[in-house]
């Protein structure tokens, strides 16, 4: 596993003290951590301890309710839900979310929209930057198909494909959103041991051949601390720990609240 480089030292998404209350129920209490450029940071917790809650926030479907987030440097609490992907953040999540009617190109290239500059009325119209603009669309989705060893099925509807690969075009999708950083939401759901052997060499992939951050929600403890520089750990509501996998294996409360056993 590679760590962060002194490049990699820049922090990336910076959250601060957030907090979020539904009605009477804590869901996070002032949490924070940095995501420096070019890591895998590792999220961690029992159910209910607010990880999807803060993933939640970092993608605008959730506003906290005190603390701040920022995206290089940025205030990502001023962005709208559909501005994230343009901003830079991508995300896949735990239930697969693909149009199980369209090809597993097209459901690529949706990811694409972020990025494309030409506007809608020249689409219409097809003139030649739209045109332009598609053409390289195309052939960014068909190197990201190929790179996840999609091309084989590029043309086959995605309902009709294997769990696992269907999760594969959704991290495609992402990939196409050329995101600075990628939030990836239980990955490892629903996949048999090979395949998270795989997941866990392309997450590596991911940040050492694209240059793309991860922040990684995941319960598989055997991946989380295979592939991460970093791990923070939330219960309830509440940071808990923070540190390289090692430290956090060998954290006596962690190893308490969550891993189980006694601290060696």
Request: hydrophobic share 45%; proline share 3%.
């Amino acid at each position: 596993m590679r760590s962060a480089d002194s490049a990699s030292n820049q922090t990336l998404i910076s959250v601060t003290a957030v907090s979020v209350v539904f009605g009477a129920v804590q869901a996070l209490k002032d949490v924070s951590f940095d995501l420096r450029r070019g890591e895998i940071l590792g999220l961690i917790g029992p159910n209910g301890a607010g990880k999807t809650t803060l993933f939640n926030c970092l993608s605008r479907l959730y506003t906290p309710t005190s603390g701040q987030i920022r995206l290089k440097g940025q205030d990502l609490l001023a962005l709208r839900p559909d501005q994230i992907a343009g901003a830079g953040i991508g995300r896949t999540f735990q239930n697969v979310a693909c149009f199980g009617s369209m090809t597993v190109r097209d459901n690529v290239l949706t990811g694409c929209h972020a990025h494309i500059a030409s506007s809608s009325w020249l689409e219409a119209l097809r003139l030649p930057a739209a045109r332009r603009a598609e053409a390289a669309a195309r052939a960014e989705i068909e190197e990201i198909l190929n790179w996840l060893d999609l091309g084989g099925v590029a043309d086959r509807m995605v309902g009709d494909l294997p769990f696992g690969t269907r999760k594969r075009v959704e991290y495609a999708r992402a990939l196409a959103m050329r995101p600075d950083v990628i939030l990836l939401d239980e990955p490892a759901a629903g996949l048999n041991h090979e395949e998270v052997h795989v997941l866990g060499d392309l997450i590596r992939r991911t940040r050492d051949e694209r240059g793309i951050t991860v922040l990684l929600v995941e319960h598989h403890m055997s991946l989380v601390m295979s592939v991460s520089d970093r791990v923070v750990v939330l219960n309830f509501g509440q940071k808990l720990a923070e540190g390289t996998p090692a430290e956090i294996q060998r954290h006596p409360e962690v190893i308490h609240a969550y891993l189980g056993g006694q601290a060696a």
